[in-house]
């Protein structure tokens, strides 16, 4: 395993099609509902504060 701990990107020229793929698209899914979780939070409490910050006064 120890092959597979340190690696570094390289230029891929192809690859073989196989199950593996549904394993990618299946991380790369979850990386994107996450990223767009955390915007959507970073957004809500942007917003938030500024209410916070209204003064009706």
Known sequence: M?????WQFSDVKGFRVGDW??????MAAQIE??????MN???DDRARK???EIDLG
Do not use: C, G, I, P
């Open 2 to 6: 120890k092959d597979y701990s340190e």
């Open 21 to 26: 793929m549904q394993d990618v698209l299946d």
């Open 33 to 38: 509902t996450h990223r767009q979780r955390s």
């Open 41 to 43: 939070q970073f957004v």
């Open 50 to 52: 500024a209410a916070d």
